[in-house]
């Protein structure tokens, strides 16, 4: 896939704005910051991640990790065509 150099909004009212501030050489404002996030909850969510295919992995069958890594085949399959 190309990669764009620059990103366009989507919006009519935003893409205008944008053309007409590029036009007048005027300076887009500033995008407001997204909140930050809570340290000790992306800590808890980064452990979780870590444990949780390991920790699946270990209570499945043979047999179930078997079905489950053909279905995960046939989707990757599915996608590229």
């Given at each position: 896939m190309r990669k764009r150099s620059s990103k366009q909004p989507l919006d009519m009212n935003q893409l205008a704005k944008s053309i007409v501030d590029l036009?007048?050489?005027?300076?887009?404002?500033?995008?407001?910051?997204?909140?930050?996030?809570?340290?000790?909850a992306v800590e808890l969510g980064r452990l979780g991640g870590q444990k949780g295919g390991k920790a699946r992995a270990a209570k499945m069958?043979?047999?179930?990790?078997?079905?489950?890594?053909?279905?995960?085949?046939?989707a990757r399959w599915k996608k590229q065509s």
């Open positions: 036009a007048t050489a005027d300076e887009p404002a500033p995008e407001p910051l997204a909140p930050a996030k809570n340290p000790a069958t043979k047999k179930q990790r078997s079905e489950n890594a053909k279905k995960a085949a046939r």
